[in-house]
């Protein structure tokens, strides 16, 4: 079945230091979404990206959606002990259907 | 604000019980979910429903069903409780639009002993 594969699976990195997350699909996506889990709480919708190529910026996040709509990133630059928690890529087969497929999440660790 | 109540935050409960884990959503979604999530397997999807007495089995059913009699109501149901049930299981809804996000509950932590 389609799969969505995240990696890494976790991520240490001292406060200030940039982090990313990459997201590869086996098929072409119609669009991918990102959450955010923080430690015990549930997952937050972040954004969608919908177009090839695709980049958008929250703040100091930065979003990709690749050419061929397979895969996509989450870039944080200059990391903040706000930051921390899961991040999980999901994406939305062609069909468009509702149902999305997530990856298994990216836990990012920020040393002080 | 928008919100999806999951009734109950902690439940233990004995093999063999049956287990109702309720979810309301007040935003007219007319999608919801249920997911179950694991350390090291993330979220998987359990049952969805498009409309209401509708649903459809998601990538691990067996064990679970569902009841959709409200368009607001979500209901998971574990028949038999099993050890192997013990989870985190999230419910969320959407309105379907492919445009916006899930929304999700806060989560009940289940534990079958």
């Known amino acids: 079945g389609q799969q969505v594969m995240q990696i890494p699976q976790y991520q240490h990195v001292q406060e200030g230091e940039d982090f990313t997350t990459y997201c590869n699909s086996s098929t072409t996506l119609s669009n991918i979404q990102w959450y955010k889990q923080r430690p015990g709480g549930h997952p937050v919708f972040l954004i969608q990206l919908v177009k090839s190529g695709e980049v958008k910026k929250q703040k100091r996040l930065t979003f990709q959606f690749g050419e061929a709509k397979k895969n996509s990133s989450l870039h944080i630059t200059a990391t903040q002990t706000t930051d921390v928690g899961t991040y999980f890529c999901a994406g939305r087969k062609m069909n468009r259907d509702d149902k999305i497929i997530f990856g298994k999440g990216t836990r990012l660790h920020i040393l002080p | 604000d928008v919100k999806v109540t999951q009734s109950s935050r902690y439940l233990v409960k004995r093999t063999g019980e049956k287990v109702f884990l309720e979810c309301v959503q007040d935003?007219?979604?007319?999608?919801m979910f249920w997911y179950r999530q694991d350390p090291g397997l993330g979220l998987r999807l359990i049952y969805f429903s498009y409309d209401v007495k509708m649903k459809e089995k998601g990538d691990i059913p067996e064990g679970y069903s569902v009841s959709r009699e409200k368009k607001e109501r979500f209901s998971l149901i574990l028949e038999s409780a099993s050890t192997n049930q013990t989870s985190m299981y999230l419910c969320a809804s959407s309105d379907g639009q492919v445009i916006y996000g899930y929304t999700f509950g806060s989560g009940t932590r289940l534990t079958v002993v």
């Open positions: 935003m007219d979604h007319e999608n």
